[in-house]
């Protein structure tokens, strides 16, 4: 299948989500907004939600009944097994608040006499009928999620799924309560399996001699989507090892010895960072070594293990200098990227060969899109296995032992490691292919809207982390990757689609983790995720969401594109992507862009930015105060952003501060766009220093994009999860630039800006050179250092931030393009004009202050010449510079 449209659909989603999200605008009717995919054997409007109650949209308040197939391979159209009765009746205050979308739906209760019938009618064809009141028998199919999890729930989600062994024999299980048979396929051989009927787990106990042999399931099922009783063969789900191409599990015993390289057992990590300390640098592995001469793995997990290549080497620097984590886009299994070196396209042209504007590049790479070695991996085929053609040999499970190396060598370099994970959907549902869950449990693991479809909100087939063996799937995979793989850390894409419940289960089940039980103390494991609030699942619709508002004081940080729209401006799907916000020059060096508007609203957008800006620098604090550039004593909570409070965190921490990420353009991108086109390279690579300076000095977690501090770009690519190494390839030598000029980015995603973008990229004055690269490499490592050796960065509470950061020059007099803040004995002057800027704060005048000494003897000697004058208490800052100044310590 094509990843091409479902990714696509993923952006717009966010781009929904980052417009309107905030606003509660996407959720006034939460089906209309999510698509469904379309069922091919018709719709499934009741729901059976428990043993006892249907719920059935559309249907009349008479009885009706549940009707149950029987016998093998029935379809629509067969005898009918038998009949549940069910008479009209009412949600009780449980299933109310358990199924809060269901609740203006008609409800039945089902007959006592028939309850005993509901393992039996669950393992086939089943189907809702009613007569209505002008004699019309209207039939429709049934959702059973609900009522799996009242029959099954209970036991199976404490049972072992997967391959477990012990004293070396292993034992195969599977959850698969509907099935009519499930038996293993074992190297070319088929091997019965026993149904627990408690808790529909299915299992086989094996000899020694099974270890490292392919198996699948065959699992007899009534398939929805299909109409009738299919045998399909499918991975495990819980797998630990894979073939190539994900086409057999492998009978693994994760804990082998002999999966273990050397000096894993003794693996001594970098000091846990406190979450609200954190910075962390986000990462693509591709990106990291494909193009690094220097490397002896290029692409490969084992790229980490080369310590003397560039790319370590930057790395190393980073850690040095106070970056805490790599956050690795995702590694696990995928359903996209062939594993095998042979079977990956090659482009068919030299992309060298074409002009720097040229739309050449991007159309032959399409070509091999779809057949080459790139995609940024949210596609999720397996969740708990890495990644195959990361590996030198995706045949077997040297992935696992060179998964382990890679976290080694990060280990080596000063840094720990966080995933990405992508447990919100899957590559696909029903019978595809790439279907694993689906094809075990038809109907169970994927979210399905009130008319039987799948909801798609997400980008693609998504699941339902709400349901009881969803949940434990996600539990269960984080803490194997955290006890097996050491990760120190995990990003949630699409947070906001698993309710709270279920995060805080993954917090409370890697806070149980031990060194001396699991080799890992879990409680130092940091988690974090989008927060964006959009699709079915919008404003609380299903259950409680780990939204921002809704994580603010657990400990589990959310994403903000508070500041970040107000440092980068306007927002990322804007129709010109001109408009400019605080680092990019609004009013003090506009640009032509019309949708700046005039003078005054420039001005007045401007002091805006900076409010939420500061709310930001707080680490988005919902409680603290401030004035604001009206003069109004505010609450960050009572700022503005797009109709949401800006401010949303209870404590340091919550939030989770960003200039720019793998989504959308990249930082120099943008600045790219937005700030004029004559800007000087030097003043690009200034801005850019600025921008991030907002996320790297606030209170809380920030993340970069890996290269944003040498400038990189993707020549104006702001959705690059499929765009091939060409667009997406990290240059650790400054020589061969920074990605800027390799052609028009891909049509698919940006042609609607190819009309801004060709001037752009056909101008070299926007290629920096290598001092420019350079120079905002040193400059952003001080300022780390700077984070790093102030205790003041990492407050942890809210009254200790209101005690100790102010903004004493906030107000109705507060100059346009620059912002001053105090926090404990330092003073930090953002001035992101193009002029030279004196602060004034009466209140410190006769206090000895004097430029921090990282800046004062660092690298960029531009911001070596910003000065203080103790007898007014004068701050002068040079242009496009952010300094921080230091209070005298005798």
């Avoid at 990322?572 to 605080?582: E, K, L, S, T, Y």
């Amino acid at each position: 299948m094509s990843f091409l449209p479902r990714r696509t659909a993923r952006r717009l989603a966010l781009a929904l989500a980052l417009t309107l999200g905030a606003t509660g605008l996407l959720a006034s009717s939460p089906q209309q907004q999510a698509q469904a995919s379309p069922s091919v054997a018709g719709q499934a409007l009741a729901q059976w939600i428990d043993r006892d109650t249907v719920v059935w949209k559309g249907a009349e308040r008479a009885d009706a009944r549940l009707e149950f197939g029987a016998g093998e391979g029935e379809t629509a159209g067969r005898r009918i097994g038998g009949r549940i009765r069910l008479t009209p009746g009412t949600l009780t205050p449980a299933e109310r608040a358990a199924y809060p979308h269901l609740t203006g739906y008609p409800a039945f209760t089902v007959d006592p006499r028939d309850q005993a019938l509901a393992r039996t009618a669950l393992r086939g064809r089943l189907v809702a009928t009613q007569r209505t009141a002008d004699g019309q028998r209207v039939t429709t199919g049934v959702q059973i999620p609900g009522v799996l999890d009242d029959l099954y729930g209970a036991r199976a989600q404490h049972a072992a799924l997967g391959p477990v062994f012990r004293h070396g024999r292993p034992t195969l299980a599977v959850w698969a309560p509907t099935a009519r048979t499930v038996a293993l396929e074992l190297d070319g051989r088929t091997v019965p399996m026993r149904r627990d009927d408690t808790s529909g787990v299915w299992r086989v106990q094996g000899q020694r001699d099974w270890a490292g042999k392919p198996y699948r399931y065959l699992v007899t099922v009534w398939a929805p989507t299909v109409g009738k009783t299919v045998t399909n063969k499918v991975t495990d789900p819980y797998s630990t090892a894979l073939t190539a191409d994900s086409g057999r599990s492998l009978v693994v015993d994760i804990d082998d010895p002999k999966l273990a390289p050397k000096g894993w057992a003794g693996l001594r990590k970098p000091a846990a960072v406190p979450l609200r300390r954190a910075r962390i640098q986000e990462l693509h592995l591709r990106d990291f070594s494909v193009e690094d001469r220097t490397s002896r793995h290029p692409g490969q997990y084992l790229a980490f293990t080369d310590t003397r290549s560039d790319g370590m080497r930057h790395l190393k620097s980073l850690a040095e200098s106070g970056t805490s984590y790599v956050h690795l886009l995702p590694v696990f299994d995928g359903a996209t990227v062939p594993e095998r070196r042979a079977d990956q396209a090659p482009p068919g042209c030299d992309l060298t060969a074409y002009a720097p504007d040229s739309p050449g590049q991007q159309e032959c790479l399409a070509k091999t899109a779809g057949r080459d070695a790139y995609n940024w991996g949210y596609d999720p085929l397996h969740y708990t296995v890495p990644e195959g053609s990361y590996a030198s040999d995706p045949q077997g499970p040297a992935r696992t032992v060179e998964f382990r190396r890679m976290v080694q060598g990060l280990s080596g370099a000063g840094l720990r490691t966080v995933m990405d994970v992508v447990y919100n959907h899957t590559a696909a549902d029903g019978q595809d292919p790439h279907s694993v869950l689906d094809r075990i449990v038809p109907g169970y693991y994927q979210r399905l809207l009130d008319d039987g479809g799948v909801a798609t909100s997400t980008c693609c087939s998504g699941t339902a982390p709400e349901h009881t063996m969803m949940g434990k799937l996600v539990v269960d995979s984080v803490v194997t990757w955290a006890r097996q793989y050491k990760i120190d850390g995990f990003r949630f894409d699409l947070m906001g689609h698993h309710p709270k419940a279920n995060i805080l289960a993954v917090r409370k089940a890697l806070d149980a983790l031990t060194p001396a039980k699991d080799g890992v103390d879990g409680k130092r494991i940091i988690l974090y995720g989008e927060r964006w609030n959009f699709g079915e699942a919008a404003n609380d619709a299903r259950f409680v969401q780990a939204t921002q508002r809704n994580m603010a004081g657990t400990g589990i940080a959310t994403f903000s594109d508070r500041a970040r729209d107000a440092v980068r401006g306007g927002g990322p799907f804007d129709a010109d992507p001109r408009v400019q916000g605080f680092a990019s020059g609004l009013y003090t060096d506009p640009n032509s862009s019309p949708d700046n508007g005039d003078a005054a609203a420039q001005r007045s957008r401007l002091l805006h930015y900076q409010d939420l800006i500061k709310v930001g620098l707080t680490g988005n604090l919902a409680d603290y105060t401030f004035t604001d550039t009206a003069g109004r004593h505010v609450k960050g909570s009572q700022v503005d952003y797009n109709g949401a409070p800006a401010g949303y965190a209870a404590e340091p921490g919550d939030a989770l501060a960003y200039a720019d990420a793998h989504d959308n353009e990249t930082l120099y991108d943008a600045l790219a766009y937005k700030l004029p086109q004559g800007t000087s390279a030097a003043d690009r690579a200034r801005m850019q220093v600025l921008a991030l300076a907002t996320a790297t000095l606030s209170q809380g977690p920030a993340l970069s994009q890996a290269g944003s501090d040498l400038l990189r770009s993707k020549s104006l690519d702001r959705n690059s999860f499929n765009s091939g190494d060409w667009f997406n390839a990290l240059h650790w030598d400054c020589a061969d630039g920074n990605g800027f000029g390799r052609g028009l980015p891909p049509a698919a995603d940006n042609k609607d800006k190819w009309p801004y973008a060709q001037p752009l990229l056909a101008d070299p004055a926007l290629r920096p050179d290598c001092t420019a690269i350079r120079n905002a490499s040193a400059a952003y490592r001080d300022l780390l250092r700077i984070h790093a050796t102030e205790p003041a960065f990492g407050l942890p509470t809210t009254a200790a931030v209101q005690q100790a950061l102010s903004f004493p020059l906030s107000g109705k007099d507060e100059t346009p393009g620059v912002l001053t803040m105090r926090l404990a004995d330092l003073v930090i002057v953002f001035n992101a004009t193009p002029h030279q800027q004196h602060q004034t704060v009466p209140t410190l005048a006769g206090r000895p202050y004097a430029l921090h000494p990282v800046q004062a003897h660092g690298a960029d000697r531009t911001t070596a010449t910003a000065s203080y004058a103790p007898a007014s208490g004068t701050f002068t800052v040079p242009a496009r510079t952010v300094a921080v100044f230091r209070h005298a310590r005798g």
